[in-house]
């Protein structure tokens, strides 16, 4: 056998699988779900930090913190 048809056929296997391993499979295609979901929201508020951090370094100081901002 090739290591091409070897690779399909392991990919249909179609015995059926004990209900307890049919579980731990979603338990564990769950977690790793929700693993990559939290590292997308992590990477997202990343992003958002590093565009507010560019923006407030490159925006002229005068339109932040225009003269007198603090006498309201």
Known sequence: M???RMQRDAMTD??????NVQKA???ARAAQRRATV???AV????LAAAALAWWLVHTP??????AGWWHW
């Open 43 to 46: 990477g997202m508020v990343m």
């Open 25 to 27: 499979e979603e338990e």
């Open 61 to 66: 100081r005068g339109w932040i913190f225009p």
């Open 14 to 19: 179609r015995w059926i699988k004990p209900y």
């Open 38 to 40: 939290r590292n997308q």
């Open 2 to 4: 090739d290591a091409a």
